[in-house]
């Protein structure tokens, strides 16, 4: 700045200081001595401009957090692991910050999910802002895992971003499909028993439903995963979910529906990058 106001006087005060130079130096000496104000006069107008000017006119860019809504068996998980594997993507996880709260040592988190309590939602808002001031600046696209799952979630969201992260843009990726259609799929899934495998199947692509293809553990079906379990899983979400798509409608956030119906996984995935790239 110093260096600056220096430049500006020597503008302001050429004449002046010319006269003076000229019967202290003589002409070849003050024509020298002009041509370098002059070369320091362009330098300085060129740091100014790219320094202030262009700065400050260059467009923002806008980094992109992806939420999914799905009832469970919709493939948003799917979709999410997808996104970090073959677009390189980070995956923002509440349940891993929590996780990793306990690690450091967090007693609170560590008793209150023993008790099987739910976290505050300002203390989930809290370790979010943490880790998007540590995450956030790597220009790679974010994908919440899990969060927001209430209104009240996205509520804080919301806000957080806007006070802190104005250059991230919330982007809600709806996923469609009928209950029949979920119903089917989930009751076909079988699992590997397997506690360090536990690959998830489909029925209708296997020709061996009692063995892992993969380390030829037993193939199990869940409990909760028999259709009785999951109509009512189906009902719970519909009655929760309903306030949180009201929320980001009412808040006029970019709401976009991925319909998966009667689709394969590279359907849907190959739909979702034609959608997701059009959000660039």
């Known amino acids: ?13 050429i004449p002046l200081l010319s006269n003076r130079f000229f019967l202290i130096f003589g002409e070849r ?6 041509l370098i104000i002059l070369l320091l006069v362009i330098i300085t107008c060129t740091l100014i401009y790219r320094f202030f000017i262009a ?23 799917t979709i999410a692991q997808q996104c970090v594997d073959k677009l390189g993507m980070q995956v923002l996880s509440t349940g891993n910050l929590c996780r990793q709260a306990i690690a450091r040592g967090d007693e609170l988190i560590k008793g209150l999910l023993k008790e099987g309590k739910l976290i505050p939602d300002e203390m989930i808002s809290d370790m979010v802002k943490v880790w998007l001031k540590e995450n956030a600046g790597q220009g790679k696209t974010i994908v919440l895992d899990g969060y927001p799952r209430t209104a009240r979630q996205a509520e804080l969201l919301t806000s957080l971003l806007k006070s802190n992260f104005p250059e991230l843009t919330l982007h809600v990726i709806s996923i469609t499909i009928s209950d029949d259609a979920i119903i089917q799929r989930i009751s076909n899934r079988l699992m590997c028993e397997n506690k360090t495998c536990q690959t998830v199947y489909s029925r209708t692509t296997l020709e061996d439903v009692t063995r892992c293809q993969k380390c030829g553990s037993a193939l199990i079906q869940r409990e909760d995963d028999q259709e009785v ?7 719970v979400y519909a009655q929760n979910n309903q306030p949180l798509v009201d929320f980001y409608h009412n808040a006029r956030m970019p709401f976009h529906n991925l ?11 190959d739909n979702f990058k034609a959608l997701y790239h059009n959000l660039k």
């Open 1 to 13: 700045m110093l260096f600056l106001a220096f430049m500006l006087f020597l503008i302001k005060n």
């Open 259 to 269: 319909d998966v119906e009667n689709k394969s996984m590279n359907e849907v995935f």
């Open 55 to 77: 700065k400050q006119d260059a467009p923002q860019t806008q980094a992109i957090l992806l939420t999914f809504l799905g009832a469970p068996g919709s493939g948003k998980g």
């Open 229 to 235: 379990i999951v109509r009512q899983r189906l009902e």
């Open 29 to 34: 000496k003050l024509m020298k001595l002009t």
